[in-house]
């Protein structure tokens, strides 16, 4: 049996899910660039956008930006998303493509806007944003700094992350992809940290992640499916939600907004909406000056249409408010393997 065969019988998260406080708190919390809060106060989320960010230039540690053309695009816009209902934003721009968590905490408190940064490493786009160090360093040295910048703050700061970010390329995982899969499940379980992992339209690494996972203790719940919406067949996604993994479907924009209606609706048929998180993948500020990516489409247009698609205002609430909630909480979700017939008795 393949690993897409055992995930689509549903066997792959037989084992019970163990909730355990973080290292910080005995409390569920959600870390954004000010500090901790608690997960109610959330609000309405966009858990997958960027405020800025160098994708597609060249890899850098500390990226540079014009900051005052930056401060004089992304406030107005943020300020503007306020005035919509947006509370928090987890910003998914990784370390060497472009996080700048100093700048990102100016741009909070100007605007009153929550924002979660990350840790972690990009392992998509052919590698190109995952660091050299990584790839001659172990697992455990790898998984040792995201804890740090846990721990201690990124880049000399007291800025904690509020999620872990990876990225995987199609198919089977790499060597490389395989290092940051399992450095993700070891800082998860050591920080109680979210994996969002990039993982777009490939079900095969979808699945091979969450079976890797797994085996080294780490409960789906704790990985969010970034860009699942580009699956050829929907029908691959319910059954990575049922085994308790979040299901994103980013990118909503106006070209797309019939395309991610059908998908959701796939996902109310299949009863999994609960497992469901929406963004659009945004960027305020790009690399070369390339135009605008918005992310308000959402409120002006796509939620709209939910409504006539009959989407209760519950199932709305839900997915904006209820689900970042509970996906970004910061709990370490362990794995309890069944008991065997010789253990119950």
Partial sequence: MTRRTFIQHGLISASALILMPSAVASEPQVMTVTGPIAPEHMGFTLPH????????????????????KLFATAIPYLKMLKVFGVQTICECTG?????????????????????LTNTGYYGAAHDRYVPEHAFHETVDQIA??????????????????????IGVDPGMPSDIDAKLIWAAGKTHLKTGLTIVSHTSG?????????????????H??????AHAQHVKDSADLPPVARAGAWIGLDGIGDKTLMHHLDVLRALRRFGVLHRVLLSHDGNSFRHGNRPFKPYNAIFDQFIPLMKKANFTDADIHLITVENPRKAFAIRIRKTQPQMNADERR
């Fill in 49 to 68: 956008e960027h405020i800025m960010s160098i994708f597609g230039g060249q890899p850098s540690r500390i990226a540079r930006y014009d900051e005052e």
């Fill in 220 to 225: 789906p719940s704790a990985w969010v499916w």
């Fill in 202 to 218: 490939s079900t095969d690494a979808a699945v091979e992640q969450v079976a890797m996972l797994e085996e080294r203790g780490v």
């Fill in 95 to 115: 370390a060497y493509f472009g996080r700048r968590v100093d700048l990102l905490r100016r741009i909070s408190q100007a605007t009153g806007m929550q924002m």
């Fill in 144 to 165: 040792q700094r995201w804890i740090d910048e846990w721990e201690h703050g990124i880049d000399g700061t007291d800025i904690r992350p509020g999620f872990i970010k």
